[in-house]
């Protein structure tokens, strides 16, 4: 039921997208990827820290408009729109925001795509105490699980940064190696901030 929602407003908001920046023909790029959910290594490596406590993969599908000309005091970005299902149902996402693509060199070989913007988890957002007084032994147990096995994100509105490194394989079709990261950064709330660390691969094909 859960994952059923998020892809009804996963396909609305890509429709939206679609719908609000495309040209008379069909512009933009789609993409559709596989990440691992809640990596460890790269929180680990840049001294952030990470959760660690989720499970299964993520697939990501998403939007991008052709880069906005009139935004050129922003860098000309791109809007991305995308929807993240994870297969064990537990924290799903749905995300816009800008990317930008910085060639090395000529146009067409590899590029660096950093990107920011904003996501709504149908994760945690707080864990009930387990040392809360009075608790049967079941419920203490129920809690002590989902400390253990759920990400406690601090606010369900989170912030989404990503950095890709991509290739150009033709006109149409790149390959992204792909990170995504959501965070309240103590910005949407004050306190519990563990984040999630998405990393993996992504097709991205141009219209």
């Given at each position: 039921m859960k994952t059923a929602m998020f892809a009804a407003l996963g396909s609305l908001a890509l429709g939206g997208a679609g719908l609000g920046f495309?040209?008379?023909?069909?512009?933009?790029?789609?993409?559709?990827?596989?990440?691992?959910?809640?990596?460890?290594?790269?929180?680990?490596?840049?001294?952030?820290?990470?959760?660690?406590?989720?499970?299964?993969?993520?697939?990501?599908?998403?939007?991008?408009?052709?880069?906005?000309?009139n935004l050129r005091w922003l860098g000309k970005p791109q809007v991305h729109t995308m929807v993240s299902i994870n297969t064990k149902n537990t924290s799903n996402f749905v995300a816009a925001g800008f990317d930008w693509k910085v060639d090395f060199g000529q146009p067409g070989g590899f590029y660096l795509r950093p990107g920011m913007g904003l996501a709504y988890t149908?994760?945690?957002?707080?864990?009930?105490?387990?040392n809360a007084p009075?608790?049967?032994?079941?419920?203490?147990?129920?809690?002590?699980?989902?400390?253990?096995?759920?990400?406690?994100?601090?606010?369900?509105?989170?912030?989404?940064p990503e950095l890709a490194l991509g290739y150009q394989v033709s006109d149409k079709l790149s390959?992204?190696?792909?990170?995504?990261?959501?965070?309240?950064?103590?910005?949407?709330?004050?306190?519990?901030?563990?984040?999630?660390?998405?990393?993996?691969?992504?097709?991205?094909?141009a219209f």
């Open positions: 495309a040209a008379p023909a069909m512009a933009g790029e789609a993409f559709v990827g596989v990440y691992k959910h809640d990596v460890t290594f790269i929180g680990k490596a840049v001294g952030l820290g990470a959760a660690g406590r989720e499970g299964g993969a993520d697939i990501h599908l998403g939007y991008r408009t052709d880069k906005l000309e149908d994760g945690k957002a707080k864990l009930p105490p387990a009075g608790l049967s032994d079941e419920e203490r147990a129920r809690r002590t699980y989902l400390y253990y096995h759920r990400i406690e994100f601090g606010s369900h509105v989170l912030f989404e390959v992204e190696l792909s990170y995504t990261h959501l965070s309240n950064g103590q910005i949407f709330h004050q306190g519990k901030n563990q984040g999630l660390d998405d990393a993996g691969v992504r097709l991205v094909y």
